[in-house]
Structure formats: structure tokens, C-alpha cells
């Protein structure tokens, strides 16, 4: 539940963007959403464009956040790795609907605003090819090229959001554990 006026518009764009995508949600659409006037809205947001950025934002630095805890908290690099696929799959599964928006619909932002994601998203990927350096470094991993390894498990890790059904046969534990099994067979120095 939304804490204030502004925490339900985010709210529910997200939802719209995420069902209808962004360039067919209208602001129109997000102010009947929270019951106020086209006009209205306008007190509380300056465009739709400034809105996704937002939650795109606060999206990407949740990821960022969570995985520099979790570098700073485990000891071996697997561990670490390890952790980030949990910790990925958890906000993921765990808001399904921003990461789709982040995934999907922040590409429709204009060039300035796009550069700030990928900027992030460039933060985020290089502490995943910072931990992969690290295994390889360690002896823990093989491998010749962290940054594409990150990449590899980051593009399968990330379309979940696609297929990921809460009903589904597995748990989001379950295909978390799987994905770590699958990706650490691979990278694993044994």
C-alpha cells in the first residue's frame, strides 16, 4: 500500500506500464487510476517520461544496493555469486511488475534521461563481472572473460520476468537454486 499521493501514482504507473506498456498508458489513464483529474496528477508529477525514470531508477538502484551488500557480506567469490543469483531472483520475483517496467519500457526514455539507466545498469553489471574477476582470480572460477560470463548469467537470470508465474511448478527458491546450479557448473574451477 501506498504511503503517500505520490508512492500510489508510482504505484500506478507501474501497473499500467507493465499491462499496457508505456507509450499506451496515457497520463490520463494513471490519474483515473488514483482517482484524480488529468490536472491534478500534474502536482504531483511533472511528465509521464519524468514518472518512468523514476521508477526505473528506484528499480536499478534496489539491484545495485542489494548486490553491494551482498559483495561486502560474503567471504568466497561462489558464495558471493551464489547470493546474487538469490538476491536477483528475490527482487525479480519480489516486484515483478518494476523490474518489467525497468526491463521493458525504460528503453522509451529519451537519450539524457535512457543514459542515467544504462549508467546504473552499468554499475550493477560490473560488480557481477567484479565478482566473476574475483573467482577467477581465486581459482575458485575458470574462465577468460568475466564481463561476458556477468552478461550470460544476468540475460538468463533477468528473463524470468517473462515467464515467472507465481502458480507455477517451482518456487522462486527452487528455480533460484536451479539457475545457481546451472551457472556455478559452469564457471566452477574443479
Given amino acids: 500500500m501506498a504511503t503517500n499521493k505520490y508512492d500510489e501514482i508510482a504505484q500506478a504507473a507501474i ?5 499496457k506498456g508505456y507509450h499506451a498508458t496515457s497520463v490520463q489513464d494513471i490519474a483515473d487510476e488514483v482517482g484524480l483529474q488529468k490536472g491534478s496528477l500534474y502536482h504531483y ?9 523514476e521508477i526505473a531508477t528506484k528499480s536499478i538502484n534496489g539491484f545495485c544496493r542489494e548486490l553491494e551488500a551482498v559483495c561486502e557480506q560474503a567471504s568466497t567469490a561462489q558464495e558471493k555469486l551464489e547470493r546474487a ?19 521493458r519500457e525504460a528503453f522509451f526514455l529519451s537519450d539524457d534521461q535512457h543514459k542515467l539507466i544504462k549508467d546504473a545498469n552499468d554499475r550493477y553489471l560490473n560488480l557481477w563481472v567484479q565478482i566473476i574477476q574475483e573467482g577467477i582470480d581465486t581459482h575458485e572460477f575458470r574462465g577468460e572473460d568475466p564481463r561476458l560470463t556477468a552478461l550470460s548469467i544476468l540475460g538468463s537470470c533477468n528473463w524470468v520476468y517473462r515467464w515467472y508465474k507465481a502458480d507455477g511448478k517451482k518456487s522462486p527458491q527452487e528455480i533460484a537454486r536451479y539457475f545457481c546450479d546451472l551457472h556455478l557448473l559452469g564457471v566452477l574451477n574443479r
Fill in 45 to 53: 508529477i511533472n511528465s509521464k517520461e519524468e514518472l518512468l525514470l
Fill in 85 to 103: 543469483i538469490y538476491h536477483h531472483f528475490d527482487i525479480v520475483i519480489g516486484h515483478l511488475e518494476m523490474t518489467t517496467v525497468l526491463l
Fill in 15 to 19: 501497473t499500467l506500464f507493465n499491462r
